[in-house]
């Protein structure tokens, strides 16, 4: 019995570049497609009772005039939302590795789910042949797992990696004026947020150790001064992140006697506690001069750069 239901998710349909440069028309068409090669055998591929369809019958089966299928086809296929078999067949990647996933889960199933019931060539462990008391070799750890796939159809190839669905992309791309799901910088622009971007990001945060309200500050500053929106990629903002970075590793300023003196004069008499209480107002006081100096000088160098 065939799936009633296919598994589509919004968020990927809605961000995929690919699909975004595409018309309307064309979407709509490939969404019509995708409907029939969930129906089709095999999975996945544009057939009708095991047959190729023509441009004709698409657009008898989708309710449009062949010449407009024809275009629409061949802009998708520039596009490459599709794939074409050996013989010329349309299919989707996408589905046919969901149905290649589920022949293997069903596969494994018959097996009791075991994977040790599985024919499978496994690696062999790095300490194998070494006597008990040697040191054993350590399996590094990545710390970055970025799996390549040029098949990918979906907008998941742009999320991908450790920031997928994290936080700190969606508030950078919304500090930048971006869209926070797709990244793209408005009507006819182009997107930012991708993994290289995300890597950049990623050092910003370990490399010159600002947190992340630190890092869209400084994001906010800069396009506040910046007049012809969006940049193309992070790597925009390494530099102003860097004078951030010194300017925060400066030491703190320490009040002046003169400053110290007329604190304790504008307080006034206040007994016994007035030599506790003044220290501790000073010492708001001078770490609210240091914010402020530390602001204004990271103004002054970002005007300098973008004004």
Same mark, same amino acid.
């Given at each position: 019995?065939?799936?009633?239901? &296919?598994?589509?998710?919004?968020?990927?349909?809605?961000?995929?570049?690919?699909?975004?440069?595409?018309?309307?028309?064309?979407?709509?068409?490939?969404?019509?497609?995708?409907?029939?090669?969930?129906?089709?055998?095999?999975?996945?591929?544009?057939?009708?009772?095991?047959?190729?369809?023509?441009?004709?019958?698409?657009?008898?089966?989708?309710?449009?005039?062949?010449?407009?299928?024809?275009?629409?086809?061949?802009?998708?296929?520039?596009?490459?939302?599709?794939?074409?078999?050996?013989? %010329?067949?349309?299919?989707?990647?996408?589905?046919?590795?969901?149905?290649?996933?589920?022949?293997?889960?069903?596969?494994?199933?018959?097996?009791?789910?075991?994977?040790?019931?599985?024919?499978?060539?496994?690696?062999?462990?790095?300490?194998?042949?070494?006597?008990?008391?040697?040191?054993?070799?350590?399996?590094?750890?990545?710390?970055?797992?970025?799996?390549?796939?040029?098949?990918?159809?979906?907008?998941?190839?742009?999320?991908?990696?450790?920031?997928?669905?994290?936080?700190?992309?969606?508030?950078?791309?919304?500090?930048?004026?971006?869209?926070?799901?797709?990244?793209?910088?408005?009507?006819?622009?182009?997107?930012?947020?991708?993994?290289?971007?995300?890597?950049?990001?990623?050092?910003?945060?370990?490399?010159?150790? &600002?947190? &992340?309200?630190?890092?869209?500050?400084?994001?906010?500053?800069?396009?506040?001064?910046?007049?012809? %929106?969006?940049? !193309?990629?992070?790597?925009?903002?390494?530099?102003?992140?860097?004078?951030?970075?010194?300017?925060? !590793?400066?030491?703190?300023?320490?009040?002046?006697?003169?400053?110290?003196?007329?604190?304790?004069? !504008?307080?006034?008499?206040?007994?016994?506690?007035?030599?506790?209480?003044?220290?501790?107002?000073?010492?708001?006081?001078?770490?609210?001069?240091?914010?402020?100096?530390?602001?204004?000088?990271?103004? %002054?160098?970002?005007?300098?750069?973008?004004?």
């Amino acid at each position: 019995m065939k799936n009633p239901f &296919l598994k589509f998710y919004t968020s990927d349909w809605r961000a995929d570049p690919v699909l975004r440069m595409c018309s309307i028309a064309a979407r709509g068409l490939w969404l019509e497609m995708i409907c029939l090669m969930h129906e089709a055998t095999p999975y996945g591929q544009l057939l009708v009772n095991g047959q190729t369809v023509t441009d004709t019958q698409l657009g008898a089966l989708v309710g449009a005039p062949p010449d407009q299928i024809t275009a629409l086809l061949g802009e998708l296929e520039a596009a490459g939302v599709f794939s074409r078999t050996r013989t %010329g067949v349309i299919y989707s990647r996408k589905l046919t590795r969901m149905a290649k996933k589920v022949a293997t889960a069903r596969n494994n199933g018959r097996k009791g789910g075991n994977p040790s019931l599985r024919k499978q060539t496994e690696n062999k462990p790095l300490d194998k042949g070494l006597d008990k008391g040697a040191v054993k070799p350590q399996k590094p750890e990545a710390r970055y797992q970025i799996k390549e796939d040029d098949d990918d159809d979906s907008a998941s190839a742009i999320l991908r990696g450790p920031f997928e669905g994290g936080g700190d992309r969606e508030a950078v791309l919304i500090a930048i004026g971006a869209d926070p799901i797709s990244g793209l910088t408005g009507p006819g622009g182009h997107y930012i947020g991708r993994m290289v971007d995300m890597q950049e990001l990623k050092r910003w945060q370990c490399d010159l150790g &600002l947190a &992340l309200s630190e890092v869209v500050g400084v994001i906010k500053e800069v396009m506040r001064r910046k007049p012809d %929106g969006p940049p !193309s990629r992070f790597s925009y903002f390494t530099k102003p992140m860097q004078q951030f970075a010194a300017l925060k !590793s400066q030491p703190a300023l320490k009040p002046t006697e003169r400053e110290y003196h007329e604190y304790r004069s !504008s307080e006034g008499p206040a007994g016994e506690h007035r030599s506790r209480k003044g220290s501790a107002g000073l010492a708001r006081s001078g770490a609210g001069r240091a914010h402020e100096n530390l602001i204004a000088a990271f103004v %002054g160098a970002i005007s300098e750069e973008c004004g």
